[in-house]
């Protein structure tokens, strides 16, 4: 389990998996201590707190308290020393296996079977996205699991099977197998994208359908890219099953509406120009401010860069996540030190007079 640090002092508010289900509480020593339901209780790092439908377990993180719900209803606590909840904001990268982030990112000589290891020792979340073109064994979501840190969580990209050959129809069997492989990730599941294809027009009946299908509790981002998809019938649709309409960007404009559809949100940061595919401070401080002022205490947002070539998403992480502390939001872990850069990088080429 966690270590917790009887050096801390910390006031955090807890939110648990259940959406009825609050906590507040703080810590002055290594034990939590909760009111809840007019109950005080002590808890220590990895005490289980059931809820009216689920079960959380309570893990120190970053100078917090959070609590971890079953599979697929993560909740986060923006709890830090000192001061109430706020918006959580976790922040990550659409995969880590690039070729071009070796001597950037990744030590030059880690071997790339380390590079998962390294990678969850400064980001808390990653969104996997070749899990779109091949969905993994349940044995690789286990190995994803045991070797990641106990705060980590892994976003899924669903299977273009069933966004893209299906195109949403007959969902029953695809959702099953997915959320079947996801259980590997077991505490450590985190939201699953449905990312629809560019050349599939609305239908929020098969988007309804296709909802129902998913387990109680588990949390769906739903990004569609064709415009009919903009109605207030899709998002009832969204509203009514918790499913976060995927904000998204490229070359610094918003592609979709800035629909709030659930108590949590999903953005996804494909590319900029500044050069192309780097975002500039003022684009990733207009998405932090839009984020504090859409969501409200102890929410929280997961924000992930699909910029990789040059190790932009790496960097651009690291300058968002600034721009959240800027709005007084807390943000997960991002690294402490830039990538490197050099003249054989073509975004710094892109960037030389």
């Known amino acids: 389990m966690c270590r917790s640090d009887p050096q801390i002092a910390l006031a955090v508010t807890l939110i648990m998996a259940s959406a009825d289900s609050w906590i507040f509480g703080s810590s002055t020593s290594s034990t939590l201590t909760v009111r809840w339901r007019r109950q005080t209780t002590a808890f220590t790092a990895g005490s289980r707190v059931e809820g009216s439908r689920s079960v959380a377990v ?84 286990e190995a994803w699991r045991s070797r990641t840190p106990p705060q980590f969580v892994v976003t899924t990209k669903a299977s273009r099977f069933l966004s893209h050959v299906k195109r949403l129809r007959e969902p029953a069997e695809p959702v099953a197998r997915l959320m079947d492989r996801v259980a590997g990730l077991a505490e450590k599941s985190g939201p699953v994208l449905l990312q629809l294809p560019p050349s599939l027009p609305a ?96 929410e929280d947002v997961f924000v992930y860069f699909n910029n990789d070539p040059g190790c932009s998403a790496v960097d651009d992480a690291i300058t968002f996540a600034e721009a959240v502390r800027q709005t007084g939001q807390w943000v997960t872990r991002v690294p402490e030190r830039r990538p490197a850069w050099g003249a054989d990088d073509p975004v710094w080429a892109a960037a030389a007079p």
């Not at 918003?254 to 709030?260: N, S």
């Open 58 to 141: 309570v893990l120190r993180h970053a100078g917090g308290y959070f609590c971890r719900g079953t599979p697929g209803s993560t909740r986060y606590a923006g709890g830090r020393a000192g001061k109430a909840a706020t918006v959580t904001v976790i922040v990550g990268t659409s995969g880590w296996q690039y070729r071009d982030w070796r001597g950037r990112f990744y030590p030059p000589r880690l071997p790339q079977r380390l590079w998962l290891e390294h990678y969850a020792a400064h980001f808390d979340t990653v969104e996997v996205n070749n899990a779109f073109y091949r969905l993994p064994e349940r044995r690789v979501f």
């Open 203 to 298: 239908d929020p009946a098969l988007l309804d359908e296709c909802l129902s299908c998913f387990p109680p509790g588990t949390r769906v981002a739903v990004e569609p890219r064709h415009d009919s998809w903009w109605t207030p019938e899709v998002a009832g649709v969204l509203v009514q099953h918790g499913a976060a309409l995927s904000w998204a960007d490229r070359d610094h404009r918003a592609i979709t509406p800035l629909w709030r559809t659930a108590d949590w949100g999903y953005l996804r940061l494909h590319h900029g120009h500044a050069p192309w595919p780097r975002y500039d401070w003022g684009c990733l401080t207009y998405w932090a401010g839009l984020i504090a002022e859409t969501f409200t205490n102890a």
